[in-house]
């Protein structure tokens, strides 16, 4: 149920963002989520921010398969974009905003470089997967005929 402030309980931002509500308390407590703002009731709230972290979470856990520690450094590396992102919009000194891009730089070649390890690893399981069925094939072939 929404709130009366726009706020979900744990049950909906589960829901919306496709968790479970144990979930979101593990992710909270590793610090990959922020814990939910408290009610009068002591039910945690969460925003609509909140419930798009969690989808990123979740997709990135799994299109990456990244670990906890991997995910937690890209979900860090994504808070320091965005603090980078608001200085950036608040600066209007040229050198600053120079310094701001190179920071911002560094931590996507961070991030690139643990997606492209995992694209590695894909690559050789695919490799791997091909030269299994070409065994298969093979020996297919030798049977003949059924």
Do not use: K, W
């Not at 909270?28 to 419930?51: C, F, I, K, M, N």
């Not at 643990?114 to 069925?133: C, F, G, P, Q, Y």
């Amino acid at each position: 149920m929404t709130t009366s402030t726009g706020r979900l309980r744990i049950g909906e931002a589960a829901e919306r963002s496709g968790v479970t509500p144990r979930t979101i308390r593990y992710y909270e407590e590793l610090g990959l989520l922020p814990s939910g703002a408290r009610s009068r009731g002591q039910h945690r709230l969460y925003t609509e921010d909140d419930v798009e972290r969690l989808r990123e979470l979740t997709r990135l856990r799994d299109l990456l398969g990244l670990s906890l520690e991997e995910l937690r450094s890209m979900i860090v590396a994504e808070d320091v974009r965005a603090e980078i992102r608001q200085r950036f919009n608040e600066t209007e000194s040229p050198e600053e905003r120079a310094r701001l891009l190179d920071q911002a730089l560094e931590i996507a070649d961070t991030q690139l470089g643990l997606v492209r390890r995992r694209l590695a690893a894909l690559r050789e399981l695919e490799s791997e997967i091909v030269d299994r069925r070409r065994r298969i094939q093979r020996r297919r072939r030798e049977l003949g005929p059924s």
